[in-house]
């Protein structure tokens, strides 16, 4: 059974936070907070070309739903939306776009970072991050 209060998404194709905010914006909630996660030029003092995002998709879907429905329960939030990414990506591009909406903003923040903290933690995305000096996959948990 899916709750129409989550939409939880894997894209092969580029994301922006458009969907997600749109999806949880609703008239009960006066704290929406969007997290959105990109590509950066530098891990660890290493340039970086791309990133190569692999998922085990029918888990991952599961657990982000996990992560969503701990936020309606916990925190309370209103809407929850989580989209990720797969495939190659360059600098810049969107990889993660996490989307709460609370009644109140500090909610809205909490479960916010709940959910990429958890989402970093339990769900079975990998990273391959190519330099210009080489390549290393990340664990999905590190």
């Not at 970086?48 to 998709?57: D, Q, T």
């Not at 992560?67 to 939030?77: C, G, Q, S, T, W």
Request: hydrophobic letters at 45%; charged letters at 25%.
């Amino acid at each position: 059974m899916t709750n129409p209060k989550i939409d939880i998404a894997i894209f092969k194709e580029d994301l922006t936070s458009t969907a997600a905010e749109g999806f949880v914006t609703n008239d009960e909630s006066g704290g929406i907070v969007t997290f959105v996660g990109t590509v950066r030029k530098f891990t660890k003092a290493k340039e970086v070309v791309r990133l190569e995002f692999e998922a085990y998709e029918p888990m991952a879907i599961k657990e982000m739903q996990k992560i969503a429905e701990h936020i309606l329960a916990h925190y309370p939030a209103e809407r929850v939306a989580i989209h990720h990414r797969v495939g190659i990506l360059g600098i810049g591009d969107i990889a993660v776009v996490i989307a709460v909406a609370c009644p109140h903003r500090k909610n809205a923040f909490a479960a916010c970072q709940y959910a990429i903290d958890t989402l970093k933690e339990t769900v079975p995305i990998w990273k391959k991050e190519i330099f210009t000096d080489g390549e290393v996959w990340v664990a999905a948990h590190p």
